[in-house]
């Protein structure tokens, strides 16, 4: 199974990489790139889970 395949894996890969350079001793408002860094996985993460948690399969109905 690939990241691709699996969105919920890779956003939860994308969260530790922001958590683990968190807590490498990155400013979390500072400007450097791993801090862009670390912002930009952690909002590629939220997209990928979307507002309301995991994405499930939705429902089609139509009257």
């Keep these: 199974m ?14 530790n990489l922001a958590d683990a350079l968190e807590e ?9 790139d ?3 860094l670390m912002d930009d996985a952690r909002a590629a993460a ?11 399969p939705g429902r089609f109905a139509a009257f």
């Design 46 to 56: 939220r997209e990928l889970q979307g507002p309301d948690g995991p994405r499930k």
């Design 2 to 15: 690939t990241y691709a395949d699996d969105p919920q894996r890779l956003a939860r890969l994308l969260r």
């Design 24 to 32: 490498a001793g990155v400013n979390p408002s500072g400007s450097s």
């Design 34 to 36: 791993a801090r862009h």
